[in-house]
């Protein structure tokens, strides 16, 4: 089989099902009882272990396999969750994720070595089960699972070996007076299957087409977790040809043998009943049936049992929920990627020629043309906005990694946390979710290491010993806000100032004119660190660094508010999207620049007279309100042509920061296209990227946040 063209597929789905299996761990730990996530986390190692088999991974699938076998004991209560399996089975899933990445690299899957993980799985499958406990198989040739439902020693009804309740015996007999009747069917699959549980899927789907499945032996839910061996029994009810049936089993590759028995319930059984059809299947073993059961009393008519399985991986829904769940068929799709981006790009190119046909109406002043442009817009901007919510994917992609890892680094600081999420539905443009998950660790990893006190340094305050730490999205206007809140020590404003002071960053003067909220943002700083020892978690004084320059960079802003003793909230605030914006256009000399509209408070003229200079800085009073002013002449240093009576002022604001923007000329709103600058100018950090204007001009799009830091 060639498996090239089912990479991406695997990858993506695999890394699912790592994010599945660490987030099932995570809810094990603390509920070791609940078969549910037990259940959930065998289910994914299952399903991971079947596809790297089929793609040829052989040793994840070991991996896997063994995971299984030790999940599938926890289940049935023959092991008990403890620490240490547990923190075994992450290990594994670490493990995993190193050797998927290798393979997605283009590397061999086998540069991890992982026989210790296999040589500990395979001891603890077969240390010595607690006392009390089943054997982990029943005893069957072959290997694997008894059925569960198997018969009791000789007992057989029918004629064949299966024990049968009331409802089902009622429904064969109703069925035999329709002209039906009830058929027994082995299937046995070759040695060499690899997917017992998609052939088992087939072979119901199959069945479905000429019957009504009664029961399967074992049920559904074994076949699809692959707990049964070579074989499996349906037992059903038909008006088809038992060869038709034989027919269409043997049509499935992988099956080798397809025995079939008519249920007679009025008749004792010949010990060994021979089959329809000798050349496809073998009458199967039966033992001595009990005496003729009475006939039942008759029955409406004939319906399967409610508790029957339809087939092995989706049990058969009613025909009202069949149909329902076929008109859902198919309404979510993968999509590459750059697909989405072509697309955004594309768009853009439109919004880019939609300005410029509305310049070319205004100029020739053409009536009709205006009048399709009207229409135009409105579909333009229909389209961009399914463009942007396709592009919109929610916070959670990020915020599943952060439980594991708020794990491990609480476990290796000996400290007692509890991670609380809110708002992981909040949906944000792919591109920021793509780059927002290091600041977001950086900041966890501050308040688990900085923020939160030690169990007996909380409990001497009065506080709980168990830290609580939040990470909290949630939309405001245009922006999403992500907070990483924590109930630790809070940062201590004078701490801040004398490191500063000790590590050369500020004076002694500086930091004393400093108010606490000044001071506190000190820790932003590159090199800036209260850690008195640098650990892997904290104390190079890179991280918070790290955090202001990528949020910046995504035009966004972070913040912090602090109190003693209480703890800490880190603020985030990012733009939905970063594709198009509406901006505000201004001209300094014969120059076009875009202010994007969000971080615009209010646009005014002023006279000369009405700058003022307080402490060397030019300032403007806006009611009441001090606020510094920035010339753009001086930022951009390019000359000075004219005086003139009057200035427009732009007052933009990035947190708490405000500033007036001073400009020739105010052009207008417009919506506009970002596009990035390019390596070539990646030291302009004024300029946050670059948009094509109607008349095919360039103009730079200024980063607030940096004009005002």
Known sequence: METNQYMDMFLDES??????????????????????????????????????????????????????????????EQLAVSGDIIDTLFKCIDSLEQMINNVANGDPEDLIDVSDLVAKLSALTKGTPPPGAAPATAPATGGGAAPAAAPAAGGTSGGVPVEFSETEKNVITEAEKTGMRGVYLKVTLSESCLLKSARSYMVMNALEELSEVIRTLPPAEDLEQEKFERS???????????????????????????????????????????????????????????????????????????????????????????????????????????????????????????????????????????????????????????????RMVPVSQVFNRFPRMVRDVTKELNKEINLTIEGEDTELDRTVIDEIGDPIMHLLRNSLDHGIEMPDEREAKGKPRVGEVGLIARHEGNNVVIMVTDDGKGIDADVIRRKAVEKGLFTQEEVDSMDNADAVRIVFLPGFSTAEKISDISGRGVGMDVVKSKIESLSGHVDVETHINEGS??????????????????????EMYAIPLASIDSTLSVQPTDIRTVQNNEVIVLRGEIIPIIRMEETLMVPHLKDSSELFVVVVHAGDSKAGI????????????????????????????????GDGRVALILDVATMLN
Do not use: C
């Open 232 to 390: 499996f029994e349906v037992i059903l009810i038909t008006a088809s040809e038992e060869q038709a049936i034989q027919d269409a089993v043997m049509g499935i590759s992988e099956i080798e043998k397809a025995e079939t028995t008519i249920i007679d319930f009025k008749a004792a059984p010949a010990p060994a009943p021979a089959p329809i059809n000798e050349q496809k299947a073998t009458a199967p073993a039966t033992s001595t049936a009990p005496a003729t059961a009475p006939t039942p009393p008759p029955a409406p008519k004939p319906q399967a049992p409610a508790n029957a399985p339809a087939k092995p991986a989706a049990p058969a829904p009613a025909a009202g929920a069949a149909a329902q769940k076929k008109s859902h068929a198919g309404q979510s799709v993968r999509v590459d990627i750059e697909k989405l981006d072509t697309l955004m790009n594309l768009m853009g190119e439109l919004v880019i020629n939609k300005v410029r046909l509305e310049q070319i109406g205004q100029t020739h002043r053409l009536s009709e043309l205006t009048e399709t442009l009207e229409q135009m817009d409105r579909v333009t901007t229909d389209l961009q906005n399914i463009v942007m919510k396709v």
């Open 569 to 590: 909230v880190f603020k985030i605030k990012l733009p939905l999207t970063l594709a198009i914006i509406q901006a505000m256009l201004v001209q300094v000399q014969n």
């Open 662 to 693: 001073v400009v020739d000329k105010l052009i207008g709103q417009q919506e506009i296209v970002i596009k990035t600058l390019g390596n070539l100018f990646m030291g302009l950090k004024m300029f946050s990227g670059a948009t094509v204007l």
């Open 15 to 76: 890394h699912e099902h790592l994010q599945s299996l660490n987030d099932g761990l995570l809810g094990l730990e603390d509920n070791s009882g609940d078969l549910s996530i037990l259940n959930e986390i065998f289910r994914n190692a299952h399903t991971l272990k079947g596809m790297s088999a089929t793609m040829g991974y052989n040793k994840i699938a070991e991996l896997t396999h063994e995971m299984e076998d030790v999940l599938d004991m926890l289940r049935k």
